[in-house]
């Protein structure tokens, strides 16, 4: 290759001497035979300790480094080895896909073209698209959509699916946003999008086929933890104003008719209280009562908050967020008193009541009190006058591509951030 590729491709591995071989061919032949941009492909070995680095610099000699090179991390850690190598890289276009290629590569041109162009900054593969093709078990499935929820609910995110290991960014972004990402492992790729959708940048959504590895080795219970840790970091780092996007696009206000805010408010309460549920049965399991629905309610409350602030009330960028979120959890103490006074009294009838007992009266108490903390929303907490928007960023070009590339982009939708799905 006598020019720099205008893509990377990043293949995070760890232990996967078996199945990186005939993926990382799979690849290069797609990327020789169906690819129209210069492309290679970077095989990131994080800690493997089988012959996982054998197998990589096989690779290279195979293929030749115009097409793949290599690069070992002495540290285990998928979200390490994407932020040391997009941070180093030349390429004008980031990709990342995990190495079981259960992304069909076809979906592979449209996720780039776009950033290719200019038209949006990244670009990620959705799973939950009503066109896509997904192949995967109902355990899987329900975990996915659950914590695709979560995110709606507790960092009112706009993107459908974080977690499809099918992702792409301009380079020029990926060197504002990295610096701010923490997390080395699973979270990476969350945190990144909320990040950049946060940052405005205009994130382009692929519908895939997908189909499920049946050997997956990811710790589903652990990686679980970690996303709430992550989730509760960043909205935290949100709220207080600790996280600072220097590409923050406040964004125009929105009406605050009484005809806009309600629905809003209801369909984010409604999101919200099925959060809480998942949130109180999974705590459940290992906290009495009164401290599942602590936790479960301060979490939730946190993205009620954010979420209202956002698309109910019109009120974007980082000004008065921790005045906001500070209001929103007094208002939030009336669900407390009511949630906790529900539990008490169904424990003073019922020593020990079932979970489907307790999930109902928690339910009624929190209807109960969702009145009278959208009253406190609208005449206290986000009272006064929304800010109104300032403009682009520096991300929002005009297209640079040729008109093949461009034509394209017709056939691929674009969303801006901030709809819920």
Not at 382 to 396: E, I, N, S
């Amino acid at each position: 290759m006598s020019q720099l590729p205008q893509v990377e491709i990043v293949i995070p591995v760890r232990n996967e001497e078996r199945d990186l071989a005939p993926s990382v061919r799979r690849l290069a032949a797609y990327l020789r035979e169906s690819f129209p941009f210069t492309a290679q492909v970077t095989i990131a070995d994080n800690g493997s300790s089988d012959q996982t680095w054998a197998v990589a610099q096989g690779l290279v000699g195979e293929l030749g480094q115009d097409t793949v090179c290599a690069v070992h991390l002495d540290q285990p850690g998928r979200g390490r080895a994407l932020h040391a190598i997009w941070a180093s890289s030349d390429a004008e276009v980031l990709v990342y896909m995990d190495v079981d290629l259960s992304t069909d590569l076809n979906a592979l041109l449209p996720l780039v073209a776009p950033l290719i162009t200019g038209h949006s900054d990244v670009a990620i593969g959705t799973r939950l698209a009503a066109t896509s093709r997904v192949s995967r078990g109902p355990k899987r499935e329900v975990i996915s959509r659950c914590y695709n929820l979560l995110l709606h609910v507790t960092l009112g995110v706009g993107f459908s699916d974080a977690q499809c290991g099918f992702k792409a960014i301009r380079a020029d972004a990926a060197h504002e946003l990295l610096p701010l990402i923490e997390d080395t492992s699973w979270f990476f790729d969350t945190e990144l999008l909320v990040l950049a959708e946060r940052a405005g940048l205009r994130i382009h959504e692929v519908p895939v086929d997908w189909t499920d590895d049946p050997d997956s080795r990811v710790d589903i219970a652990a990686t679980a933890l970690a996303d709430l840790r992550g989730i509760a970091r960043v909205g935290y780092g949100l709220a207080t104003g600790r996280l600072k996007l220097p590409l923050a696009d406040d964004g125009p206000s929105q009406p605050r008719t009484l005809a806009w805010q309600l629905p809003r408010f209801l369909a984010i309460g409604l999101a919200s209280t099925v959060a809480y549920v998942i949130l109180y049965l999974a705590l459940r399991s290992f906290l009495p009562p009164l401290a599942a629905n602590l936790i479960s309610l301060l979490v939730t409350a946190v993205g009620n908050t954010a979420a209202n602030r956002r698309l109910t009330f019109g009120i974007r960028g980082p000004a008065d967020a921790a005045v906001h979120q500070a209001r929103g959890l007094i208002a939030f103490l009336t669900g407390l008193v009511l949630t906790t006074g529900a539990l008490l009294a169904l424990r003073a009838g019922d020593p020990r009541p079932g979970n489907a007992a307790q999930v109902g009266v928690l339910i009624l108490a929190n209807l109960l009190a969702t009145a009278s903390r959208f009253v406190m929303y609208r005449g206290w907490v986000f009272a006064g006058k929304p800010r109104a928007g300032h403009g682009g960023h520096p991300y929002h070009q005009q297209n640079r591509g040729t008109d093949t590339e461009r034509a394209l982009l017709q056939s691929t939708p674009t969303r801006t951030p901030g709809s819920l799905l």
